[in-house]
Each structure stands twice: as structure tokens, then as C-alpha cells.
């Protein structure tokens, strides 16, 4: 559920072709913003997955959730309470933010109506954690239930960490993810306060530009990204479609600065996420990078991938798909897992659009501006958060 398709098919497609999400920002007026762009969702209607009753006590990051857990729980041919116990079943979609829409809203109400007028609803609607109670409600699954709030990390720690409870026997199934529905008034705001989003407003699609010379910031997105994660014997017992296998995990923080990165945290997180799947990082061919489009950001990614892979650095493809689908802040993780799911099913490399002017510090194989076959077996997913909070799954093609 992103700005290039709520569907798998039509997502997918628009990456392999390179296309854009991002265009100008028609939710809210933007006159007075210095950034007037976003990958933004436009025409979305939760009442083609939610009741229009239940859809209206939800805020828009929840509506994103429910509409991709649905999309992954209908691909994956998962009947919670027929071909799976509900107990053994849980979800784990995590947040950056929150229901930061609903906020601005009720203050508002607040401020010009006062408090008797705050939704009864407001902090059911709000809190980050209702993504994941609102998916265990609607599919029934009874399973171990909690929220990842790690920033832009958010996502992959989900999926690392539904990873970790089925390999311990917790669970055969984690819904897993994360959904994010920042590009608000206030939000926007604040990123624009902090000189971190790009200022193309001219050429929206040409905004996101990962390891470009002339990038000048990120671009916000928003939606959501849901896999169904389940051990190897439950896909096989009951028939499931299986693109591939996640087979490492890693994380780790900077303890550093709140929102400047430090290339050894990504280092040792890449490192003990190989290290946890068993391989040598020869092995990897394939890097889904987190890739901002920021100044610091691409560099200092760079600079961890060289750390963690020596000469090898340069004989593994890197790209970033956020040049496509902008920033989904919380959501990113759980995009970008089902992007490098697909890349490693179809043996394509999705490119980072946008490289026309290569950063010489930024000297890797970016994959520029068009897909390229490969044939890659092992590829990873990097994840890094405000706060020094840094998270990386390893995922295997799978062969039966």
C-alpha cells in the first residue's frame, strides 16, 4: 500500500519500471512550506477494506495497515482458525508515529470547542499500537501481539523480531510490518524546520535522488508494508506461496547523536545480521539500501557497507527503492522487505532512479536508473532510525 500501487501486482510493476510516487502534496494547502512535495496516496478508500463505521474510529495509519494486512493475508492463502490456530498466530505491525493525523485534529477540536468535544475515540484512534490490535481483531489471531516504535527502523525490527518468535516456537505465523500516515501539516512542519526534505518542488519525481551528487533530502511517503512470516514445515503443511526465506536478523544503536547516523552502528548491525544467518558476506549479493537521498545519510550507509563487506563492497549491487516510493518513515522496513522478497523471486534488482550525477564518496554499484536481471540467491535489507536505532533482515531466494 504505497503511492505506486495498493496492490502487489501494480507496486511491483511500477518498481521494476522505475517509476515515481512522489508529486505535489493535495491533502493540505502548502503555500507557506518550503518542501510542497510527498509520495503521497491519492484517492484512497478505507471502506474497500473497512467497514465505514469501524473505518471512521481508525486513523489513517491504521486504515493503511488493515487495507495491506488484508492484501498479504489474502496472497499468502492464510485462513487464521481453518489452515492456521489462532493461537498461533500473531502480528507485529509497528509505527514511526502514530495516529499523528487524529492528533492534529482533536487538538483542534480542542482549542476552538473545547474539551467536551474530543473524540471519545481519540486515543484508541492515536496510539501507535492500534495497527497491531486492530489487525488481531479483524483476522482473529491470538498470538503474540505488540508494536515496534524504532523510527524509520520500525518496520524491519517488526519483521526481525516475528522472525525471532518463530524461530524460538512462540508462533508458526507473524503478520508483520509497519504502516506510517505522516505527510500532515504538523509533520511536514517539523521536517521542514529541520532543512531534511528536498526542496525540488518543481520536478517532484526527480526529488528523491540516493546517492546523487545533488540530492538536497528525503521525501516523505506514506502507507504501509505487511508480510505473512511463517516457518518453513507451516508454508509447506498447508500450501502456502512462498517467495523467500528471511534467515537473519540483526540490530543495533549508534549511541551516538539523535539524528545524525554513525557508520559503525550500521556496520556491526549488517555484520551481526550475516553472522546470525550463518554465511560469509560473499554470499550476499544484493543490498536493499536504506538510501534516504539525504546528504549525511547516503554517505554514511556507504561507508558501513564498505566496513562490513571489505573488497566485496564492490562486487554486490546496492540500491535504494526509496528514489520511487519516497520515505515511509515506520513503514519503510516493511515496503522494502517485500521489495527485496520480490527482487529475489523474479531475479531482478530494482534500481535507484534519479543517479545522474554520482557522489564520488558514494562510489558503489547503485543500480542506476534502470532494473537489472540477476540471478541473486542472498540479498539484505538496511533500516536505520532517528535515535541511533539500526535494524537489518537477510533473506534467501527460495528453492524447493
Known amino acids: 500500500m504505497t503511492s505506486l500501487g495498493a496492490e502487489l501486482q501494480t507496486f511491483w510493476n511500477n518498481i521494476a519500471a522505475g517509476n515515481s510516487g512522489v508529486s505535489r502534496i493535495e491533502s493540505f494547502d502548502t503555500t507557506d512550506y518550503t518542501t510542497k512535495i510527498a509520495a503521497e496516496i491519492k484517492d484512497f478508500n478505507p471502506e474497500a477494506y473497512i467497514d465505514k463505521k469501524e473505518s471512521r474510529r481508525m486513523d489513517r495509519f491504521v486504515q493503511f495497515a488493515m487495507a495491506a494486512s488484508q492484501s498479504a493475508i489474502r496472497d499468502a492463502g492464510l485462513r487464521i482458525g481453518d489452515n492456521a ?3 498461533r498466530v500473531g502480528v507485529i505491525v509497528g509505527s514511526g508515529i502514530g495516529g499523528l493525523g487524529t492528533w492534529e485534529d482533536q487538538h483542534t477540536v480542542l482549542m476552538e470547542k473545547g474539551p467536551r468535544r474530543v473524540s471519545p475515540f481519540f486515543i484508541p484512534m492515536m496510539i501507535a499500537n492500534m495497527a497491531s490490535g ?24 517488526s519483521i526481525g523480531d516475528s522472525f525471532k518468535i ?3 516456537g512462540d508462533a508458526d505465523v507473524m503478520i508483520c510490518g509497519g504502516s506510517e500516515a505522516t505527510i ?6 517539523g521536517f521542514c524546520s529541520m532543512r531534511a526534505m528536498s526542496t525540488r518542488n518543481d520536478e517532484p519525481e526527480k526529488a528523491s535522488r540516493p546517492f546523487d551528487r545533488d540530492r538536497d533530502g528525503f521525501v516523505m511517503g506514506e502507507g504501509s508494508g505487511v508480510v505473512v512470516l511463517e516457518s518453513l514445515e507451516h508454508a509447506l503443511r498447508r500450501g502456502a506461496r512462498i517467495y523467500a526465506e528471511v ?9 551516538y547523536h539523535m539524528t545524525d547516523p554513525d557508520p559503525d552502528g550500521a556496520t556491526r548491525c549488517m555484520t551481526r545480521a550475516i553472522r546470525d544467518a550463518g554465511i560469509a558476506p560473499e554470499e550476499i549479493g544484493y543490498i536493499n539500501a ?7 545519510g547516503d554517505k554514511s550507509e556507504t561507508i558501513a557497507i564498505k566496513k562490513a563487506f571489505g573488497d566485496h563492497a564492490y562486487k554486490l549491487a546496492v540500491s535504494s527503492t526509496k528514489s520511487m516510493t519516497g520515505h515511509l518513515l515506520g513503514a519503510a522496513g516493511g515496503v522494502e522487505a517485500v521489495i527485496l522478497a520480490l527482487s529475489l523471486q523474479n531475479g531482478l534488482l530494482p534500481p535507484t532512479i534519479n543517479l545522474d550525477n554520482p557522489d564520488p564518496e558514494c562510489d558503489l554499484d547503485y543500480v542506476p536508473n534502470e532494473a537489472r536481471p540477476a540471478d541473486i540467491r542472498t540479498a539484505l535489507s538496511n533500516s536505520f532510525g532517528f ?13 524447493a
Not at 534467515?247 to 549511541?255: E, K, L, P, R, T
Open 134 to 157: 486492530q489487525i488481531s481483531m479483524a483476522t482473529g489471531a491470538k498470538g503474540p501481539n505488540t508494536t515496534t516504535v524504532t523510527a524509520c527502523a520500525t518496520g524491519t525490527h
Open 247 to 255: 534467515i537473519g536478523y540483526g540490530m543495533s544503536g549508534d549511541a
Open 166 to 168: 518463530i524461530q524460538r
Open 184 to 189: 500532515r501539516p504538523l509533520a511536514m512542519a
Open 290 to 296: 536504506h538510501g534516504t537521498s539525504t546528504p549525511i
Open 85 to 87: 490456530d489462532p493461537e
Open 387 to 399: 535515535g541511533g536505532h539500526n535494524a537489518t533482515i537477510v533473506m534467501r531466494k527460495y528453492e
